[in-house]
C-alpha cells in the first residue's frame, strides 16, 4: 500500500512501562507529524520532523515522550514510565513537503490503553 | 499566531438536510486551508482544499470557499447522508515560519439521522 502506515494498531500495557510507536510515511515525504487524540477529543501536536532539520518538539507534553526519524524514513514516538493519561489514540502523518498547498496524510493510528 | 476555529458540535441533521460548519483562521502569511474527515476509528482523511483566496474546493457533494475578507472557510453540503456521520476537522497550512505550520482545528461532530 502507499499509505500512511502505523503499527501497532492496539497497544495495551500497564502503567510504568515504555511503550515504542511506529510510524512508516509515504515514500518521499519529506515532512512527518505525530499527533494525540484523546477519546471524544481533537488532536494535539506533538512533534514535527522535516527532513534534515531539527525536529519542532514544541507539542512534547513531558519528558516521558521523545520521538526519532531517521532521515525521510520510518519514525517511533516512545512513552516512557506510562500514566494512564497517555491513554489515547497516536496518529501519525506525512506530507511531501510543509506550507504551500501540500495536504497530510493519516495513518489510522495507534490506540493506546495505559491500565 | 495562527490558529483555526470552527463551531462545537455535536450537530444532528436529518437524512437530507443542509450543512454547514463554520470555520474562521487567523494567519501570519497566505495559508492553504482544508477540510478533514475522520470516520470512527479511522485516521483523518482530506476531504477537500483551497489554496487562495475565493477558490472553492470540492469532494463527494461538499463545497468549501476560501474567504480572505471574513477569513473564513465554511464547509457546506446540500444534502447530508447518513454516511456523512462523521468528525470534521478545518485546517490550515502556512509557509510563515520555521517549525510545525500546520494547524487543525477541534473538530465538529456530525450525526445525520435517517
Known amino acids: 500500500g502507499a499509505g500512511v502506515s502505523q503499527s501497532p494498531s492496539n497497544k495495551v500495557t500497564e502503567k510504568g512501562k515504555d511503550v515504542e510507536l511506529r510510524c512508516d510515511p509515504i515514500s518521499g515525504h519529506t515532512a512527518l507529524y505525530w499527533y494525540r487524540q484523546r477519546l471524544g477529543q481533537g488532536l494535539e501536536f506533538l512533534i514535527y520532523?522535516?527532513?534534515?532539520?531539527?525536529?519542532?518538539k514544541s507539542g512534547l507534553p513531558s519528558d516521558r515522550f521523545s520521538a526519532e526519524r531517521t532521515g525521510e524514513s520510518v519514525s517511533t514516538l516512545t512513552i516512557q514510565r506510562t500514566q494512564q493519561e497517555d491513554s489515547a489514540v497516536y496518529l501519525c502523518?506525512?506530507?511531501?513537503?510543509?506550507?504551500?498547498?501540500?495536504?497530510?496524510?493519516f495513518g489510522d493510528g495507534t490506540r493506546l490503553s495505559i491500565l | 499566531g495562527d490558529s483555526v476555529t470552527q463551531m462545537e458540535g455535536p450537530v444532528t441533521l436529518s437524512e437530507e438536510a443542509f450543512l454547514t460548519i463554520n470555520c474562521t483562521y487567523t494567519?501570519?502569511?497566505?495559508?492553504?486551508l482544508f477540510w478533514y474527515v475522520q470516520y470512527p476509528g479511522e485516521g483523518l482523511q482530506l476531504l477537500l482544499k483551497a489554496t487562495k483566496a475565493d477558490d472553492k474546493g470540492s469532494n463527494k457533494g461538499f463545497e468549501a470557499t476560501y474567504r480572505k475578507e471574513t477569513t473564513s472557510f465554511h464547509l457546506e453540503k446540500g444534502s447530508v447522508q447518513v454516511s456523512d456521520s462523521a468528525v470534521y476537522f478545518c485546517?490550515?497550512?502556512?509557509?510563515?515560519?520555521?517549525?510545525?505550520?500546520?494547524?487543525f482545528g477541534t473538530g465538529t461532530s456530525l450525526t445525520v439521522i435517517p
Open positions: 520532523f522535516q527532513g534534515n532539520s531539527a525536529p519542532d
Open positions: 485546517a490550515l497550512s502556512d509557509i510563515a515560519g520555521t517549525g510545525n505550520q500546520f494547524y
Open positions: 502523518a506525512s506530507s511531501l513537503i510543509q506550507g504551500g498547498n501540500q495536504p497530510q496524510h
Open positions: 494567519a501570519t502569511g497566505y495559508p492553504s
